[in-house]
């Protein structure tokens, strides 16, 4: 018997939110150094420590509009997004990935690009101490499960870092801001995971993205045209996005102009 889509849907939300608060916790502390399991949460602004309903933020926001029980300080909506995007993410993965083997890898990378979201958006700064290990977990993962050939994946990840490099040093020579060095390793992460077609749709994914996001706050006045934007939450959502659609995408686009 077929299970109902909602007898899977909802139970893998509720597990994916659990995993979003943790990866919430994991992208704020493991660049500040700290331990991901003690002490406990604490408010930012009162230093009380949270209890369970805080450390869930969409029940969190539910219950008490999202502020401190304690002081009446807004907790940032980063906390309630992440495990909002857990909770969906891990909802809609086994209906999006085109092959089963790929939850394997889906999972996973979900995982790694909630966490390095959080951390770009709140230091603006792709932890090494996040990338390196997601790099060997994935060359072991593919090791085993690819459906591509191996050669495709090393080849992605040296195109995926090796363009967002040449990008970089255009960028320097023409006294641009270059890009960081985490939005170099992560890209060459998504070529590793993904191969060679698909990080080249990310990296134009994640430009399409980047430009009108960026012009958007801009024109709307949100931003400035001098302040600096974090690239990571682009490249995660453009990765998701080629890794789940890309072929599709690719394919409409091929019978588009042909
Ligand atoms: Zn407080």
Same mark, same amino acid.
């Given at each position: 018997m077929d299970w109902p889509t909602w007898a899977v849907m909802v139970p893998l939300f509720v597990i994916g939110t659990l995993f979003g608060s943790f990866f919430n916790v994991v992208g704020i502390r493991v660049p500040k150094g700290e331990s991901v399991v003690a002490p406990r949460s604490s408010c930012s602004s009162?230093?009380?420590p949270l209890n369970a309903i805080d450390l869930l933020p969409i029940l969190g926001w539910l219950v008490r509009g999202g502020k401190c029980h304690y002081c009446g300080e807004r907790f940032s909506p980063i906390y309630m997004l992440g495990e909002l995007a857990g909770g969906v993410l891990f909802a809609t993965l086994p209906f999006l990935v085109n092959k089963p083997s790929e939850l394997w890898i889906a999972? $996973?990378?979900?995982?790694?690009? %909630?966490? %390095?979201?959080v951390s770009d958006l709140k230091? @603006?700064?792709? $932890?090494?101490?996040?990338? #390196? $290990?997601?790099?060997? =977990?994935?060359v072991a993962l593919r090791l085993v499960v690819h459906p591509l050939p191996l050669w495709q994946y090393a080849l992605g990840f040296l195109l /995926?870092?090796?363009i967002l490099f040449g990008v970089s040093y255009m960028a320097i020579?023409?006294?641009?801001? $270059? @890009?960081?060095?985490?939005?170099?390793? =992560?890209m060459a992460l998504i070529g590793l995971v993904m191969g060679v077609k698909l990080v080249l749709l990310c990296i134009f994914l994640s430009a399409l993205l980047g430009s009108l996001i960026g012009l958007s706050l801009i024109a709307? /006045?949100?931003l400035s045209r001098k302040s600096p934007m974090p690239y990571g939450p682009f490249i995660a959502v453009a990765g998701l996005v080629a890794f789940? #659609?890309?072929d599709s995408l690719m394919t409409w686009y091929v019978n588009l102009i042909t």
């Open positions: 009162c230093r009380h999972y $996973p990378l979900a995982s790694v690009l %909630l966490i %390095l979201t230091y @603006m700064l792709l $932890p090494n101490k996040i990338i #390196y $290990p997601a790099m060997l =977990l994935f /995926g870092g090796g020579l023409l006294r641009k801001p $270059p @890009m960081g060095f985490g939005d170099i390793r =992560l709307s /006045g949100k789940c #659609y890309g």
